[in-house]
C-alpha cells in the first residue's frame, strides 16, 4: 500500500465494500451465529488486511480467500486461547470421564455448508446423494432421474467445483 494515506482508506474502503457482507456471513457462520462475536472477528480481518495490505497485493490468491483464511485462524486462536487458560499442569490426570470437544468439526462443517452453497443445484444434488445420504450411483440415479453416467460426471465436476469453492473460503490441503 502507498504511503499517501488518502489512497490508503480509498483501497480500505474499496476491499470493505467489495468483500465485507461476505465476510460477516462468514464471520456469523464461524461464531455460531453470535452477532456480537462475529462483529468483533470481521473488524480483527479488516484491521489484519489494513496492517497487511502488501501481503494483499502480493497474493496470488483471491483477496476475499485471504480475508476468511484470517477469520477462521481469528476463531481458532480465540477458542485455543480459551482452552489454553482452562488447563492447567497437575501431579496426577483427575479421574473423570472424557469429553469430545468438536469444535474443529463444526467450523469444518460451516466451511464445508458454505462451500456447497456455491454449487449449482445438479451439483450439490448429486453430492448429497452419493456422499452425505451414501447412496450408490444407481440408486442415486433413481432419485435424481437421470442415467447412472450423469450421476458420475456430476459427481466428478461437483467434487473439482467443490474444491475450487473450499479453497475460495480460505481451506488448504
Known amino acids: 500500500m502507498s504511503d499517501n494515506p488518502a489512497s490508503a482508506a480509498a483501497v480500505m474502503r474499496e ?88 469444535t474443529d468439526e463444526l467450523l469444518q462443517s460451516w466451511v464445508v455448508a458454505e462451500a456447497l452453497t456455491r454449487l449449482s443445484e445438479e451439483h450439490r444434488a448429486v453430492l448429497l446423494e452419493c456422499y452425505y445420504r451414501g447412496r450408490s450411483v444407481a440408486e442415486a440415479s433413481r432419485r435424481l432421474g437421470v442415467p447412472e453416467g450423469t450421476v458420475k460426471s456430476r459427481t466428478h465436476y461437483a467434487l473439482r467445483s467443490l474444491r475450487l469453492a473450499l479453497e475460495e473460503l480460505g481451506v488448504t490441503r
Open 15 to 102: 476491499l470493505h465494500d467489495e468483500h465485507a457482507a461476505a465476510l460477516w456471513s462468514f464471520c456469523l457462520h464461524l461464531t455460531g451465529s453470535d452477532h456480537a462475536h462475529a462483529e468483533d472477528v470481521a473488524q480483527e480481518t479488516l484491521l489484519r488486511a489494513w496492517r497487511n495490505a502488501s501481503v494483499l497485493e502480493e497474493s496470488r490468491g483471491s483477496v476475499r480467500s485471504w480475508l476468511f483464511t484470517v477469520a477462521r485462524n481469528i476463531v481458532i486462536d480465540e477458542w485455543r486461547s480459551k482452552r489454553s487458560r482452562r488447563e492447567f499442569p497437575t501431579d496426577e490426570v483427575p479421574d473423570t470421564s472424557p469429553t469430545s470437544d468438536r
